[in-house]
């Protein structure tokens, strides 16, 4: 069993969601949690999940965005704290509480800054470590978190760096790897997240990860992916949006044709996702603007553009396509740590 300092009262971990451009969809093990394909993503800055973990007495409590999870009722991250416990050794339990800066599970990867944000604050408060480096001479460096905080959510392992992140799946499930492919302050982009619907997803995306194999697009998808990668990388280090961009589109587009053609399948666009598309690219055939649209498991479309033209895109979606929900975001430096509670107003 791992060392415990009774003194920690409690560790908050910021966590960014991330978006990805070449997208994880389909996994070669369920269990192992080893991702069919490498992904690509950029960390965000402003939709983040701010979670709080205080060692507790009695058994773990969890609160998100203000409501509280009965302990035993079969939830995500509350089954994945058990989970990290037991695997990890530790005993003490924790009240956690956690609050996300937009809309939860329509597509904006809560599950991601969610899951990250937990495996940092529960070790952080079981340790004791106060930042990153501390949790790295704990023995739970980058990397390690990242190897965990994807067992409660394959894309949660791409918010524990700032820039753009890439995440190899490697010959064998060990062998996975997370790493930062550029810097933020190099490319930095906006992104303007387009709100059509709060509704939560109709299906989780861990049963759709599993129908991926059933679409007969997904294994010419996985064929030509590695050259999608590189040109992605390429255009990345050359900071040239408008190949990002194309291979974006493209890539976003395919991952749901294969959701749409798997059995059982699953359909995460509205009607409202795809005029959007062709509202978007009439917009920058015209020469109104130079951005691009990509789309998780959800109906709301990022759109990244340079971040001086963010302003100027987002009216235009708000005056012309008619959507006022919308979230302004820009590439992020990663997640912070802290040993006091934030008073930022962002706790509960
Ligand atoms: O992390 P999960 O299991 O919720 O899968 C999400 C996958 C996508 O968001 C659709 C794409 C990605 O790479 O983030």
């Not at 493209?250 to 409202?272: D, F, G, N, Q, W």
Request: with cysteine.
């Amino acid at each position: 069993m791992l060392n415990e300092r009774s003194n920690i009262v409690s560790r908050t971990a910021v966590v960014p969601s991330n978006i990805a451009l070449i997208k994880y969809w389909g996994k070669r093990d369920d269990q192992a949690q080893w991702p069919a394909n490498d992904s690509l993503s950029m960390t965000l800055s402003t939709a983040c999940t701010t979670t709080t973990a205080t060692i507790a007495d009695g058994v773990d409590e969890l609160h998100v965005d203000g409501k509280v999870v009965v302990a035993g009722t079969d939830h995500k991250a509350l089954n994945y704290l058990g989970k990290l416990r037991r695997e990890l050794g530790f005993t003490a339990p924790l009240a956690i509480r956690s609050s996300n800066s937009f809309p939860a599970d329509c597509g904006i990867a809560s599950s991601a800054s969610g899951l990250a944000a937990l495996t940092t604050a529960a070790i952080a408060a079981w340790t004791g470590a106060s930042s990153f480096s501390e949790l790295a001479a704990a023995d739970f460096g980058r990397e390690r978190l990242a190897a965990l905080a994807r067992r409660g959510s394959g894309s949660a392992c791409r918010s524990l760096h700032g820039g753009y992140v890439l995440w190899e799946a490697g010959n064998a499930p060990a062998s996975q790897s997370v790493s930062v492919a550029l810097d933020a302050g190099v490319f930095d982009l906006a992104d303007v997240i387009v709100i059509l619907s709060r509704e939560k997803k109709a299906v989780p995306s861990t049963v759709a990860h599993r129908a991926a194999w059933t679409s007969p697009l997904f294994a010419p998808r996985l064929a030509g992916l590695p050259d999608r990668m590189a040109r992605l990388k390429k255009a990345l280090r050359d900071q040239d949006l408008t190949s990002l961009g194309d291979l974006i589109e493209t890539e976003a587009l395919e991952m749901h044709a294969v959701m749409m053609s798997a059995t059982p399948a699953s359909t995460y666009m509205l009607p409202r996702t795809s005029e959007f598309f062709a509202w978007l690219r009439t917009a920058r055939r015209r020469g109104d603007f130079e951005a691009y649209f990509t789309l998780d498991a959800g109906p709301n479309p990022h759109v990244l553009c340079r971040p001086d033209d963010a302003a100027r895109v987002a009216e235009r979606i708000r005056r012309d396509f008619g959507a006022d929900d919308l979230i302004l975001d820009t590439t992020g430096t990663g997640p912070t740590l802290h040993a006091e509670p934030l008073s930022s107003g962002k706790l509960i």
